[in-house]
């Protein structure tokens, strides 16, 4: 132990010296502090080397896509190598509140925005696949333009507003939402009923064969021009089997959102200016509802030959 005197002309220890059974040990608070710069900087190792591209990009333009500033904040704080260490009493809350903080979709946008064109246009061989390495790595699906020897005519275009189908014989706006008054109903009713079926009839052949999988079909349904992809003139039956149900990743590249739908319907036709159609529920999980209904997208086949991969909105990994 220090002690300091307390009897005037005795020889005392001082109290900066230091004892020699404890100068080696150190205190909980450089334990700790020890154990977080190692883990602080595993972290930057792993987003330097998964995103060394994205995070040079967000430095120089600081503000990508019109992401969110808290975000990239964060995010540059946690790949920042100049981080002053908090005081312990500190170190925990701020941790979880930078990691709560940080937007997953910053990486997604900032890596497309390198390899997509200024304009909406059919993209590149080589284009599309550098998006399907970027989506299937960040999203984890295994993704292709082509699958089975078929594909679109393209895979990022212009989506635009759908209306509902019709899932059984006598389904309408009234029968369409469970339960028929408030929640999805008050959200999507207004958009109203298409007034043909799908490409492919109904969903159901009648409301006691409905099942939820026709009920996350309809949706999660995408329209998609079947009649423009290369072949389908010459083999339209095979075709049609081919793209009935067919899963696809959709993503708004300006925000990051992400939705696995169906192929449910062919449309819209080429005079419309645009390339593809979601259902309500899809329009708004990738905020294409600007009042314009309208707005770039990607879209790629999702590889699940075991249907394992559930409908509706997807995180990013």
């Known amino acids: 132990m220090i002690h300091v005197g307390a009897v005037a002309g005795k020889n005392t220890r001082s109290v900066t010296e230091p004892n020699m059974n404890t100068a080696n040990k150190k205190t909980p608070y450089e334990h700790l502090k020890e154990k977080w710069l190692d883990r602080h900087k595993n972290l930057q190792e792993k987003l330097r080397a998964k995103h060394k591209e994205s995070l040079e990009w967000v430095t120089k333009n600081l503000a990508p896509k019109q992401l969110a500033v808290g975000s990239l904040g964060s995010l540059l704080l946690l790949t920042s190598p100049g981080i002053p260490v908090l005081p312990s009493a500190h170190l925990l809350p701020a941790t979880q509140e930078v990691s709560n903080t940080i937007s997953k979709n910053a990486f997604v946008v900032t890596d497309l925005s390198h390899i997509l064109p200024n304009e909406v246009r059919p993209l590149t061989s080589d284009e599309e696949e550098k998006v399907v390495q970027v989506l299937s790595r960040d999203f984890g699906f295994t993704l292709a333009a082509e699958l089975e020897g078929k594909r679109l005519n393209r895979s990022y275009g212009f989506i635009g507003q759908e209306q509902h189908l019709a899932r059984y014989p006598g389904d309408t706006i009234a029968t369409h939402f469970d339960p028929p008054a408030g929640g999805d109903a008050q959200k999507y009713a207004s958009e109203g009923m298409a007034p043909g079926l799908g490409a492919w009839g109904y969903f159901a052949q009648s409301k006691e064969q409905f099942t939820e999988k026709d009920k996350m ?88 030959p075991h249907d394992t991969i559930p409908l509706g909105p997807v995180q990013l990994q």
């Open 217 to 304: 079909r309809e949706t999660y349904y995408i329209a998609v021009q079947t009649f423009l992809a290369p072949g389908f003139l010459d083999h339209v039956k095979e075709y049609g089997d081919f793209f009935k149900y067919r899963k696809m990743l959709v993503v708004n590249p300006n925000n990051g959102n992400a939705i696995v739908a169906v192929i449910g319907d062919a449309g819209p036709g080429e005079s419309t200016g645009k390339h593809l159609g979601g259902s309500p529920e899809v329009m708004r999980h990738l905020e294409r509802v600007d009042g314009s209904f309208k707005g770039p997208v990607l879209y790629f086949f999702i590889d699940d």
